[in-house]
């Protein structure tokens, strides 16, 4: 029996493992301990921007064990329905935090995606939603980053110029 959920609060204790707080610390948490049929799902964001949308997934029992050995399979879907859908199926190896499932998927533009995380081979599918906005490229933050100190220097050369230009006469 399939089982849809939106992510609702649910309240359960959180537990950070150690390896986990630096992950939490770079990516966005979009879902905690949601519970999915049998499932406690975690969910995380990381790198949004057109082209790449990582999303990284740990599913674990009622007593926050992670599972292993799992199907799992991600779709993003642009918000409002206008566009294509696309997907991937979650692995391991891909995943930033042993013991959870990851994929990164190429979505084609920006704006708001739902995002749906399946659990379990068909016809025992559980599902669970969220949104996620997906920016410009990661290049506008490098020009941003790289055109401060620059736009600075420029400005220090400019006043040194006007300086010295008067020191001569």
């Not at 986990?20 to 921007?49: I, N, S």
């Not at 799992?72 to 891909?94: H, L, M, T, Y």
């Not at 995943?95 to 959870?100: D, K, L, R, T």
Request: aromatic share 8%.
């Amino acid at each position: 029996a399939a089982t849809a959920s939106r992510a609702t609060p649910t309240l359960h204790p959180v537990v950070v493992h150690p390896e986990e707080a630096q992950h939490q610390a770079t990516f966005r948490v979009r879902l905690t301990r949601q519970e999915v049929g049998p499932y406690l799902v975690d969910a995380f964001t990381g790198p949004t921007e057109v082209g790449h949308l990582f999303v990284e997934v740990r599913v674990s029992d009622e007593t926050g064990r992670p599972l292993e050995g799992l199907t799992i399979d991600v779709e993003a879907r642009p918000a409002g329905g206008e566009g294509e859908a696309v997907n991937g199926p979650a692995s391991p190896e891909r995943a930033e935090v042993p013991g959870n499932y990851a994929v990164s998927l190429a979505v084609p533009s920006a704006g708001f995606w739902d995002v749906a995380v399946r659990i379990g081979p068909p016809p025992d599918v559980h599902q669970v939603s969220f949104s996620e906005r997906v920016g410009g490229t990661d290049d506008v933050a490098s020009w941003v980053l790289a055109g401060v100190p620059l736009a600075i220097a420029v400005l220090f050369g400019f006043v040194y110029l006007r300086t010295a230009g008067r020191r001569r006469s």
